[in-house]
């Protein structure tokens, strides 16, 4: 089936790479790839989708399912049309000079709660390799076909086979009874979940936090992707304290002074973290790096 298309011109510079990048987990990630052009999957209120963009003089994009309508409707927010950074302010000279060289770095607003949600969840309290693994076992068992011409593409699991995975199956994927019973209980809910978009902001991360399981590093790492939310930074956080202390003030912070340090740049903290972050400066290591645990041998 031939796909749906359509040509937008941004207004304001665009880097794909910077503002579709957050939305890739892992170098495995079967709902996302780069090959001629940035392709990627979405269980969309019409159904499962699959979009590929590719940006030259325009951005050019295709898009196939049932939900390809909805995804080229969503575009421009998706590739930070949505995003407003006119009123930001540089507090340091390194957030001033990355975003001096970096004027296409914007945030994505996928407008998608569920298939930010699930894998924020498996990235609770484990290494990126143990999420990415458990997010792709469970896109290639429990997610469906892309549609479009790329074969092995994956759609999320929807919420509802995201409620049908029996304890083995969790087990097999890696997932520990933690996250597994936050996974359940938000897919019980999801179809309210999706409200958050709407509400933005606070309103839209407490009412993620309602959801047993879900906290304030949760609640920020979906509000980043599925609202373009300037302002929702992922406190508790296993690196990003450290690396934001290492980078602005050559010392190590905690999330106490994190928060002290970020309050400048309120209501548009994490866009403060990320041009940080895009700085790419490490922090010193003083011990072992945190091993991955495999939960199918426990």
């Not at 359509?6 to 890739?24: E, I, K, M, N, Y």
């Not at 052009?37 to 050019?60: F, K, M, Q, S």
């Not at 996974?183 to 409200?195: G, Y």
């Not at 011990?287 to 495999?294: L, Q």
Request: positive net charge; glycine residues 12%; hydrophobic residues 45%.
């Amino acid at each position: 089936m031939a796909p749906l298309t359509r040509r937008w011109s941004p207004p304001f510079p665009l880097d794909l790479g910077a503002v579709l990048g957050p939305l890739r987990r892992g170098p495995g990630d079967p709902s996302f790839r780069t090959d001629a052009g940035v392709w990627l999957t979405a269980n969309t209120p019409a159904g499962p989708g699959t979009l590929r963009v590719r940006h030259g003089d325009a951005v050019e994009a295709a898009a196939w399912g049932d939900g390809a309508e909805w995804l080229l409707d969503g575009l421009p927010a998706l590739l930070g049309g949505a995003d407003d950074d006119s009123a930001f302010e540089c507090h340091h000279p390194l957030v001033a000079e990355v975003r001096r060289r970096s004027p296409g770095m914007r945030l994505s607003a996928t407008g998608r709660v569920w298939d930010c949600l699930l894998p924020a969840i498996l990235e609770q309290k484990v290494t990126g390799t143990e999420a990415h693994q458990s997010y792709r076992q469970l896109c290639l068992r429990f997610g469906t076909a892309a549609p479009g011409p790329v074969p092995d593409l994956r759609v999320p699991p929807t919420p509802r086979a995201i409620s049908s995975i029996t304890d083995w199956e969790w087990h097999r994927a890696g997932v520990d009874g933690a996250r597994r019973r936050a996974l359940v209980a938000a897919a019980q809910v999801a179809h309210r979940l999706e409200n958050a978009c709407a509400l933005g902001g606070e309103a839209g991360r407490a009412l993620l936090r309602k959801v047993p399981g879900v906290g304030a590093w949760t609640a920020a790492e979906v509000a980043q992707r599925a609202w373009a939310d300037a302002d929702a930074v992922s406190f508790g956080d296993f690196h990003v304290a450290g690396l934001v202390g290492w980078a602005l003030l050559g010392r190590r912070i905690d999330d106490d002074g994190l928060a002290v340090l970020l309050s400048v740049y309120a209501p548009q903290r994490q866009r403060a973290v990320r041009y940080v972050l895009a700085a790419g400066l490490g922090k010193p290591r003083f011990g072992p790096r945190f091993a991955p645990r495999d939960h199918r041998a426990l």
